[in-house]
């Protein structure tokens, strides 16, 4: 065979023997570095497809940004719920080229948490008995309406002119508050795929130098262990969020996450309504005539 441009076969081929306009010459970027010595093979069967990224549910760290999670529960007292990326973890593989052994993202986790409790002195609304007949709840003519009211405004409602404190209702209904929360974390794995490809690129600005007797193993360990790659791991997971999440979440307090909650809490204060209302009790404003 022809050992012309394009053919890599010396002394063996990247892939194959046969001529392959893929490979390049030997000399150029065509070698493995395998104990230290460069052999001409590059590999790219570990090349990793953005789909197969995935998400990890891990418990909530402490995070500078977030002050309400400085003792890893949520302390602001209007904060209900919170779906946060915590942190990306990536494998890595490693590959040679220009005598160095470079890094090349094998695996992408993102981790992220979610919390969700009742805001300070809020209590659960309990409706165990069948829809429309809430016979087994935990309202009574006295408490019912206070209840339907707190369901009505979703749990709280914000102070004048600041919209970031609020005045906490005293009922409330936990699920919703996941389903709010679950309106976040939807757009966390299409996030992460879609910044797998820039991840990916900080994770190859990665290396290890091929000395002799070095490893694949031990190069993969050596960047492992690099606050380089501690680093690259930061500044992956800001692509992810402030890149990503950030944007494609941008609009979920401009109604779906609310929409949300009223499909948890709607049938519940109608339930409760319906209930009073079929008893006699005392005309709620919160519930409809
Ligand atoms: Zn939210």
Redesign the pocket.
Known sequence: MADTKGDCKKPKDCKSQDIDDKDLPEDQICKECDKGSPKDKTETENVFNPTSADLAKIEPGDDPMLNVEKDKTLKDESTY?L?WPESVTVDIDVRCEGGKFKAEMKSLIGNYSLQTRFLPHQHKVSVTGKPGDPSLGNFDEGSYCNQALSLSVLGKVSLPNDQWEYLPYEWYILDAVQK??E??LAHYLPALKNAAPEIGDIIKKLSADATPGKTKEQAIAEIKGSDKYKSALVEARDVWFQGHIFWDAID??NGP?AEAEHKVVDPVKNSICNYAKTHGWATCAACSP
Do not use: L
């Open positions: 719920g779906t709010h929360e309106v976040h979920d307090h996450a």
